[in-house]
C-alpha cells in the first residue's frame, strides 16, 4: 500500500545539476531506508546512494562528491542531488524504500540523460 513517485528527471548538459525527488505515499508504518538506484541500458540495476533513516548515507564510488542523498522523515521524502553530471551518468534512476511492515517498494523510475 505504500507507493514511491520520483521527480526531476530530464536531459541535461555535462557538468550540469539535476535534483530528483521521491515522495512515498500510502500507507506507511514506518521507512527505514530510501535509496536511488539506476539502470543503464544493458546494465544491472545499482545503487546509487542511500540513506538510512537516521541519516546514515553510502554512495556508490563513482557518485561520491558529486551527488548528495538526502530525507525528510516528515515527508516520507528523498532527494537525491546530482552535481557535475557526467554522460556517464545517464539511466532511469528509481527510488526505494523500505518500510519496516510493508517490505521493500519501487518507484516506476525517473530519466536522467546527460547529453551535450
Known amino acids: 500500500q505504500v507507493q514511491l513517485v520520483e521527480s526531476g528527471g530530464g536531459l541535461v548538459q555535462p557538468g550540469g545539476s539535476l535534483r530528483l525527488s521521491c515522495t512515498a505515499s500510502?500507507?506507511?508504518?514506518?521507512?527505514?531506508?530510501m535509496a536511488w538506484y539506476c539502470q543503464a541500458p544493458g546494465k544491472e540495476r545499482e545503487m546509487v546512494a542511500a540513506?538510512?533513516?537516521?541519516?546514515?548515507?553510502t554512495y556508490q564510488d563513482s557518485v561520491k562528491g558529486r551527488f548528495t542523498i538526502s530525507r525528510d522523515n516528515a515527508k516520507s521524502t528523498v532527494y537525491l542531488q546530482m552535481n557535475s553530471l557526467k554522460p556517464e551518468d545517464t539511466a532511469v534512476y528509481y527510488c526505494?524504500?523500505?518500510?519496516?511492515?510493508?517490505?521493500?517498494?519501487w518507484g516506476k523510475g525517473t530519466l536522467v540523460t546527460v547529453s551535450s
Open positions: 500510502g500507507r506507511i508504518f514506518r521507512i527505514n531506508d
Open positions: 526505494f524504500a523500505n518500510d519496516l511492515v510493508h517490505g521493500v517498494k
Open positions: 540513506i538510512t533513516r537516521g541519516g546514515i548515507t
